[in-house]
């Protein structure tokens, strides 16, 4: 009871405290890649928000989601490419492409801490005591272990690898920090206090905050306390030394709001600062980011005016590049950030047309294509030119298939196939069993298969499967492992089912290592 009646405690006093300006701004996975989720502009009492994306280091924004809400949310990157989360008290949403469209996945609990690991997919939350693991984009978790006292969480660069940062649980608290670690998952942690000259003995450091570098035990610690200034500090050891790289000036903590993150690429770091302009009846927001590539001791500058007029630069995002298609004929859509003019061209004849769709903030172009007649794989670069740009492609592949031939006695309603757990881990004696992929086909059919492709369009496996009886379904098991029983890597997976008259549909699967 004391315990639970501490957590409450706790979480009352730091919810009372201004914490969410370090949640702004997130690595991508790409070099120089950079999220932020930062207010755009309030006009009277209505607040206008913005989740942008950077390319270049932040020296470039390009807004792909604005809401009118009246509180922001916090940003998190996944380690898949292009997935991205946004978050608050109220929702947790994910996006597969940059942050343009956006699927639910849960309400969190009231004081919910994210953070993404480095495997797709992989979240770790702490929620009133507990640390939960998610391998699935969080859609389900798995509880671990108990940290009551809490600050944040962060992933090591080793699988398994997770810190904690926390404080004693006691009342009132006494200001001294504990950095965990965990080989395990998040199973069981290890805790080691941490000097008291770096990160003070105030309450004030309810502000302190890490970020996993790009190296084995690489540890960026930034500190803030009374007076209101911020520290960053580097560690190559797990956390057991830090070295100061620097120590920011005063800062008026009710106009000015900071963020950290450390970047993808050995010695990156970022710090955005924002500050409020207020107007008769509108406030602006003035951000800028500071860039560093010597592990915080200098930076470059990047400064962003944010109001009701901002306007993507010239600068196209096309996302993701690889698509992958069935035998059918049909169209895919890509999604470009910008509000220039652009032309594309591709030099194959199985693409009957490609009509873009240019709006103001977004564009839109939509490449149709016909259906496979051969027994091959056919790949198409579309290569897309804007003014002041450097060129980009994009790479349809389509995957061998014979389509259908001749007339079919089997009615597409009755061809059913899908696969569990997905995303999956391979599998481990003990752990996991791989994914199990059902499938319901009628009678007459023959010579069914299962076929695996990886995202290049090569083959990696066959699983023969027998033909069930009527409305019968059955399944077989995929362990993540090729022909010749080798393991596959990490990533995505396309799977059919094929038989001498019938090819299905491809579906995507995610194996998780």
Request: with cysteine; aromatic share 18%.
């Amino acid at each position: 009871m004391y315990l639970k009646n501490f957590v409450i405690i706790y979480i009352f006093f730091i919810l009372i405290l201004p914490i969410y300006a370090d949640s702004g701004m997130t690595r991508g996975t790409e070099p120089g890649g950079l999220f932020l989720a930062s207010a755009q502009y309030y006009y009277f009492d209505e607040g206008y928000y913005a989740v942008f994306y950077s390319p270049d280091n932040g020296e470039t924004l390009i807004r792909r989601l604005f809401y009118n809400a009246p509180y922001g949310r916090r940003i998190l990157s996944d380690a898949q490419q292009g997935v991205v989360y946004l978050y608050n008290w109220d929702t947790f949403d994910v996006s597969y492409d940059l942050g343009y469209t956006w699927d639910f996945v849960e309400v969190p609990g009231d004081n919910a801490r994210y953070t993404s690991g480095t495997i797709p997919g992989e979240i770790y939350k702490w929620d009133y005591g507990i640390v939960y693991r998610s391998v699935n984009f969080g859609y389900d978790y798995e509880p671990l272990a108990e940290i009551l006292s809490f600050y944040m969480l962060e992933i090591g660069i080793d699988d398994g690898e997770v810190y904690s940062l926390s404080t004693y649980t006691v009342w009132p608290p006494t200001g001294i920090y504990l950095l965990g670690y965990s080989s395990d998952y998040g199973a069981t942690f290890t805790f080691t206090e941490i000097d008291t000259t770096i990160a003070g003995s105030s309450p004030a450091g309810y502000h302190h905050t890490i970020y996993r570098g790009t190296e084995q035990g690489e540890l960026f610690f930034v500190t803030r306390d009374l007076p209101n200034h911020f520290c960053i500090y580097h560690s190559i050891d797990y956390g057991q030394s830090f070295e100061l790289k620097y120590q920011g000036e005063d800062y008026d903590p009710w106009n000015e709001g900071y963020g950290f993150t450390a970047g993808n690429e050995p010695g990156s770091f970022y710090i955005v600062k924002g500050i409020s302009d207020y107007l008769p009846e509108q406030t602006n927001f003035h951000v800028t980011i500071f860039h560093s590539t010597d592990y915080g001791e200098t930076y470059t500058e990047y400064y962003h005016y944010l109001d009701d007029t901002f306007e993507n630069p010239a600068y196209i995002i096309v996302y993701p590049e690889n698509r992958h298609v069935g035998y059918e004929e049909g169209s895919i859509d890509y999604n470009i950030a910008s509000n220039i003019y652009w032309s594309i061209e591709c030099e194959v004849d199985w693409i009957t047309s490609i009509e873009p769709d240019q709006g103001v903030n977004n564009c839109i172009f939509t490449v149709i294509y016909d259906e496979n007649q051969s027994d091959s794989s056919r790949t198409a670069e579309i290569t897309i030119q804007g003014e002041g740009i450097p060129n980009q492609s994009a790479y349809l592949i389509q995957e061998y298939s014979t389509g259908l031939q001749g007339d079919s006695e089997i009615p597409l309603s009755q061809i059913s196939i899908f696969n569990y757990p997905n995303p999956f881990n391979p599998a481990v004696a003990g752990r996991s069993p791989g994914t199990t992929i059902s499938y319901e086909l009628p009678v007459n059919v023959e010579n069914a298969i299962i076929e695996i492709y990886n995202i290049k369009g090569e083959k990696v496996k066959e699983l023969p499967i027998v033909t069930p009886s009527p409305s019968h379904t059955i399944s077989v098991t995929w362990d993540g492992t090729d022909n010749y029983q080798n393991p596959v890597g990490s990533g995505m997976y396309f799977y059919r089912l094929k038989t001498d008259n019938f090819v299905s549909t491809a579906k995507k699967m995610i194996l998780i290592k």
